[in-house]
């Protein structure tokens, strides 16, 4: 299997170094790191950012609020669906998408692949869908992003187990190098998706952390603006922590050949798209 690093949205929150550990202005840069896979039964995406209906008609697709907090860069060539064909391939070719979770800026593209299968925790598309309460809830699920999609597996976090953590193998349809890894604690539903690359596996932990020393080292490092924004946004504190320690844990172990990759640091992108170890 090959995999594209992509980039499938840009945020600039005002913080600076404080938001992102390394910007010298107010602004500070985040990215919606995706993957596409290549496999012999078609293109597999994780995780799609903003679609191309968000950044032509952003409300009330986007909540406002986050889109000001966030201060989002729409970008059309930044799609999914647009780095697609920039490799050479039509929509048509992405037969499955795999969502590490709902939020606005992970499933926005999602009908930008109407032919696509649609792979999720079963409680993340509950939460997602059904009534919602308070402002996060209401805000980070955008169900025009995804009312019509055609295609959906939903799955019970019951499969085999991987370094210590509960998986689902068997996602319908997939090759069994490709499996979901439940990380409740952000949303209610949200999980990482591994990928065994033939090398050693890749874990895209999605929103489970956030900022690159987080993990692969023995403490817990983090920005005070993206600690703010992992406390505002989480749904259960506990179950957040106690992953996040686990995939600390893991990313140190050298016997594990685990390389280990969130959604939103830029740093971490960049360092996968080259091939350089972080």
Same mark, same amino acid.
């Given at each position: 299997?090959?995999?594209?690093?992509?980039?499938?949205?840009?945020?600039?929150?005002?913080?600076?170094?404080?938001?992102?550990?390394?910007?010298?202005?107010?602004?500070?840069?985040?990215?919606?790191?995706?993957?596409?896979? !290549?496999?012999?039964?078609?293109?597999?995406?994780?995780?799609?950012?903003?679609?191309?209906?968000?950044?032509?008609?952003?409300?009330?697709?986007?909540?406002?609020?986050?889109?000001?907090?966030?201060?989002?860069?729409?970008?059309?060539?930044?799609?999914?669906?647009?780095?697609? !064909?920039?490799?050479?391939?039509?929509?048509?070719?992405?037969?499955?998408?795999?969502?590490?979770?709902?939020?606005?800026?992970?499933?926005?593209?999602?009908?930008?692949?109407?032919?696509?299968?649609?792979?999720?925790?079963?409680?993340?598309?509950?939460?997602?869908?059904?009534?919602?309460?308070?402002?996060?809830?209401?805000?980070?699920?955008?169900?025009?992003?995804?009312?019509?999609?055609?295609?959906?597996?939903?799955? !019970?976090?019951?499969?085999?187990?991987?370094?210590?953590?509960?998986?689902?193998?068997?996602?319908?349809?997939?090759?069994?190098?490709?499996?979901?890894?439940?990380?409740?604690?952000?949303?209610?539903?949200?999980?990482?998706?591994?990928?065994?690359?033939?090398?050693?596996?890749?874990?895209?932990?999605?929103?489970?952390?956030?900022?690159?020393?987080?993990?692969?080292?023995?403490?817990?490092?983090?920005?005070?603006?993206?600690?703010?924004?992992?406390?505002?946004?989480?749904?259960?504190?506990?179950?957040?922590?106690?992953?996040?320690?686990?995939?600390?844990?893991?990313?140190?172990?050298?016997?594990?050949?685990?390389?280990?990759?969130?959604?939103?640091?830029?740093?971490?992108? !960049?360092?996968?798209?080259?091939?350089?170890?972080?």
């Amino acid at each position: 299997m090959r995999i594209h690093h992509i980039n499938c949205g840009t945020d600039c929150p005002f913080g600076g170094a404080a938001m992102d550990g390394r910007s010298h202005g107010p602004l500070a840069h985040l990215v919606c790191h995706c993957l596409l896979i !290549e496999t012999a039964g078609g293109l597999v995406l994780v995780d799609t950012g903003y679609g191309l209906r968000d950044v032509r008609e952003p409300f009330p697709r986007l909540s406002r609020p986050f889109a000001a907090l966030l201060n989002i860069r729409l970008r059309e060539e930044e799609t999914a669906v647009r780095q697609v !064909e920039a490799l050479g391939f039509s929509s048509r070719d992405v037969r499955h998408i795999v969502i590490t979770h709902l939020d606005f800026d992970h499933a926005g593209g999602l009908e930008d692949f109407p032919q696509a299968r649609v792979h999720l925790m079963a409680a993340e598309f509950q939460a997602a869908t059904e009534a919602r309460h308070g402002f996060v809830s209401k805000n980070r699920y955008r169900p025009m992003q995804f009312d019509n999609v055609p295609d959906w597996r939903r799955y !019970e976090p019951d499969g085999e187990g991987w370094f210590g953590f509960q998986s689902v193998r068997q996602l319908d349809g997939l090759p069994p190098e490709i499996l979901l890894v439940p990380l409740r604690g952000h949303t209610w539903g949200h999980a990482g998706v591994a990928v065994d690359t033939g090398a050693g596996w890749l874990l895209h932990a999605g929103d489970a952390y956030f900022y690159r020393d987080e993990v692969r080292r023995a403490e817990r490092h983090c920005t005070p603006g993206l600690r703010l924004y992992q406390n505002m946004m989480e749904v259960d504190r506990t179950a957040r922590l106690e992953n996040q320690a686990r995939l600390r844990e893991l990313s140190l172990d050298p016997m594990a050949g685990v390389r280990m990759i969130c959604a939103h640091d830029v740093v971490e992108y !960049e360092a996968a798209r080259s091939g350089r170890p972080l």
